[in-house]
T-cell receptor
Framework: DVKVTQSSRYLVKRTGEKVFLECVQD?????MFWYRQDPGLGLRLIYF???????EKGDIPEGYSVSREKKERFSLILESASTNQTSMYLC???????????????FGPGTRLTVL | AQSVAQPEDQVKVAEGNPLTVKCTYS??????LFWYVQYPNRGLQFLLK??????LVKGSYGFEAEFNKSQTSFHLKKPSALVSDSALYFC???????????FGQGTTLQVKP
């Protein structure tokens, strides 16, 4: 089974702090994604990566950055946390899929971040 | 604009009854459709997907979904609901043009004993 792990289930930070959320997948997937989940808004894509050292902005990248130095690890960085970044953060991975390009994404358990 | 709509915030059914969770979409190009389920305090789990072919797709845990191109819908169904099916369900569409997944806002399914 694909396993996607996230470094913390719950995190509490203060406004202005730099926050790192880590995600690791063990199935050699090329694609990795960061979403935030808010009630009534579903999942919104923050950033994604198709390969090591590659990154693409999603729908709501403002206030976030990412890092992908190794294939299995994708980090989300909040440079200066703000209260409106309090949310559930979900990491996902998928095969790039040349033959079957529309592979499903596998999700981690999520990190519930509270910014005070 | 590309979008996915789940018109019901909540669906309530009695155990043993059939259930339907609705999803409609709007995309340019061919739609590639997915359903995910999220149990409390857990990440999303993949249920099923429609890429091409038969309009009725069968997935995990006895769920199925019907793709209807003329109505731009992809409703999730199950013939006989279980209490353990109670969860948050997300519909998503991947546009062949952008390659990104667009999620609906989610529907909470409550199955009562």
């Amino acid at each position: 089974d694909v396993k996607v792990t996230q470094s913390s289930r719950y995190l509490v930070k203060r406004t202005g702090e730099k926050v790192f959320l880590e995600c690791v997948q063990d199935m050699d997937h090329e694609n990795m994604f960061w979403y935030r989940q808010d009630p009534g808004l579903g999942l919104r894509l923050i950033y994604f990566s198709y390969d090591v050292k590659m990154k693409e902005k999603g729908d709501i990248p403002e206030g976030y950055s990412v890092s992908r130095e190794k294939k299995e690890r994708f980090s989300l960085i909040l440079e200066s946390a703000s209260t409106n970044q309090t949310s559930m953060y979900l990491c996902a991975s998928s095969l790039r899929g040349v033959i079957v390009p529309y592979n499903e994404q596998f999700f981690g358990p999520g990190t519930r971040l509270t910014v005070l | 604009a590309q979008s996915v709509a789940q018109p019901e915030d909540q669906v309530k059914v009695a155990e043993g009854n059939p259930l339907t969770v609705k999803c409609t979409y709007s995309v340019s190009g061919n739609p590639y459709l997915f359903w995910y389920v999220q149990y409390p305090n857990r990440g999303l789990q993949f249920l099923l997907k429609y890429i091409t072919g038969d309009n009725l797709v069968k997935g995990s845990y006895g769920f199925e979904a019907e793709f209807n191109k003329s109505q731009t819908s992809f409703h999730l169904k199950k013939p006989s609901a279980l209490v353990s099916d109670s969860a948050l369900y997300f519909c998503a569409v991947r546009s062949s043009n952008t390659g990104k997944l667009i999620f609906g806002q989610g529907t909470t399914l409550q199955v009562k004993p």
